[in-house]
């Protein structure tokens, strides 16, 4: 996540770039796997379960790349002191628009991180922001590993609208 910051305007942005990237590769593959090996020579001489495996594997890729850019948005959270507003936005890749929260900062309670398990079980970390109707707003489109880093941007956050620092034992959970 990068911060943005000026007297009047703090801008916090994460793109998942790395994710984007690597579920791009997915696709890549899979995509040459379902071009490319029909075309060769040797398709002809595959049984028919031989042919079910490799397109099944291409699929897959292919799928499982495309899951992942869809599921790991880019999401933007814009405070602005002067007109004593806040925005939240969140883009996944391939939609036509982004989804839009607009908030009064008045109505901001609290910023923290919260613990969450990645699919290993592990501790995996996302800073958020509480609104006063309850609404938990992510700021990740996906978890971070480490709470540290996590928790310094969640402080950032929190001086810039004033409110108390992190204490370090106060991790959502």
């Known amino acids: 996540m990068r911060i943005q910051q000026s007297p009047s305007r703090l801008v916090a942005r994460d793109t998942p770039g790395c994710l984007w990237l690597f579920g791009l590769v997915f696709v890549m593959s899979g995509t040459f796997v379902l071009v490319a090996a029909p075309l060769s020579i040797e398709w002809a001489t595959f049984t028919g379960w031989e042919r079910a495996a490799i397109l099944a594997i291409g699929i897959g890729h292919l799928g499982g790349g495309l899951w992942l850019i869809r599921q790991t948005p880019a999401t933007t959270l814009e405070l602005d002191r002067a007109r004593g507003t806040g925005t939240h936005r969140i883009r996944h890749p391939g939609d036509r628009s982004e ?75």
Request: aromatic share 4%.
């Open 99 to 173: 989804t839009v929260v607009v908030f009064r900062l008045a109505d901001l309670r609290d910023v923290d991180v919260l613990e969450e398990r990645d699919s290993d079980g592990d501790p995996a970390f996302v800073v958020r922001v509480v609104l006063a109707d309850g609404r938990a707003l992510k700021l990740h489109g996906a978890t971070v590993r480490d709470e540290a880093r996590a928790a310094e941007r969640a402080g950032e956050i929190r001086q810039f609208v004033g409110l108390p620092a992190l204490p370090p034992a106060r991790v959502g959970r």
